[in-house]
């Protein structure tokens, strides 16, 4: 398999193709990075969403917890994260709050 090339100024990214829409990765995000977006022709009737790229800390939590290697974090070498911010913390919660789903949907 080849290795994945990371998208030029980009924190996180993902292999929709890949994922199950499991919600794992969004489950870990401290930062409220991710959620999940109603997606009719996934098997779950959701797909993953970067909702707030800007607020990646680089953490690798979400690419940790991924059981099917659909999400990657950038090298820490290669790209400047974020620092953890209350607003970020907080819409991480609120995205936990609303099952997972992306916030307004």
Do not use: H
Request: glycine residues 4%.
């Amino acid at each position: 398999m080849a290795a994945m090339t990371a998208p030029a100024n980009t924190p996180v990214w993902v292999d929709e193709s890949r994922c199950k829409a499991c919600d794992m990765c969004v489950a870990v995000c401290p930062a409220g990075v991710l959620a999940m977006r109603p997606e009719p022709t996934s098997t779950l009737g959701a797909m993953i969403e970067i909702v707030a790229l800007d607020s990646c800390i680089g953490c690798n939590e979400c690419e940790l917890a991924c059981p099917d290697f659909a999400i990657y974090v950038a090298d820490k070498k290669e790209y400047k994260f974020a620092k953890l911010t209350d607003e970020a913390k907080a819409r991480a919660q609120a995205i936990i709050d609303n099952k997972y789903r992306v916030l307004g949907a």
